[in-house]
Each structure stands twice: as structure tokens, then as C-alpha cells.
């Protein structure tokens, strides 16, 4: 099975959160992992701002992003998803940043995975998408 990973699951990948666990069994399911790439640019930003914060090294962080990127399958550029993603932000008034993702598993029709529940309910009201919460 495919599915859309956003960065509030990516991150607790390789960042201990409340969560980790659960986001360690979806990356050992075997399914293919898939994102729009910028991604890239959350993950590193939740790193980023853990080692700001000296709860990680700047080697570890430099690791942890690295790590995250290799766990996709496959990463899509967001210029292939811009159009969808303005309207599902318009329609959703939510931040286009998470309407990627939307986009995303709507366009590939799979499920999206996310711990992020203000999206979730942001996007309850949308058919042919199903977001899951970590």
C-alpha cells in the first residue's frame, strides 16, 4: 500500500516525541512512504530547532535529517501538486504547506498519515481523501 507521511510523522522518526513509537511501526510496515519534497525543508526545520535548543548535536541533526529523507520511497515535487494544493488551502483556510500532503494522497488516491488534528478536522469535509492520525 501507499502512503502520503507528513512532517509531523517524519520528524518523530528520528526526534523522540509523543508519538515515535507509532511513527516507527508505520515506517517498518513495509508500505511505501511517499511525501511531496518539501519536506526536506520541515524535517530539517523540526531538527533544526532541536539542536537550536541542545537536544541535539549538530552531528545528529545533520544524521536525523539524512535518515528521515531515506526512509521515502518516493518524493514529488511540489510544483506538480501547486494548483490542488492553493485550492484545498482556499477551501480548507488552512496553510497550503499541509495541503501539499492533501494533495498529494487525493492525486494518488491513498491514505495520508499525520499526527497534526487541526488538519484532520480541517479536512473531514473533503471527499476521495482519507487522513489518518498517528
Known amino acids: 500500500m501507499t502512503l502520503v507521511v507528513d512532517a ?10 509523543d508519538g515515535s513509537d507509532r511513527a516507527a511501526a508505520l515506517r517498518g510496515s513495509g508500505d511505501d512512504l511517499i511525501a511531496p519534497s518539501l519536506i526536506v525543508a520541515e524535517i530539517g526545520n523540526a531538527i533544526w530547532k532541536r539542536a537550536i535548543w541542545r537536544e541535539v548535536s549538530a552531528w545528529d541533526a545533520v ?10 520511497t518516493r518524493l514529488i515535487a511540489p510544483s ?24 498529494l494522497a487525493e492525486r494518488e488516491r491513498c491514505p495520508m498519515i499525520t499526527a497534526d488534528r487541526r488538519l484532520i478536522a480541517a479536512a473531514k469535509a473533503m471527499k476521495g481523501v ?3 492520525l498517528l
Open 8 to 17: 509531523s510523522v517524519a520528524a518523530k522518526w528520528v526526534l523522540q516525541e
Open 63 to 72: 544524521r536525523a535529517v539524512q535518515t528521515a529523507i531515506n526512509l521515502f
Open 80 to 103: 506538480e501538486l501547486a494548483a490542488r494544493s492553493t485550492e484545498i488551502a482556499i477551501e480548507l483556510r488552512h496553510p497550503i504547506y499541509d495541503c501539499f500532503y492533501v494533495a
Open 130 to 132: 482519507e487522513l489518518r
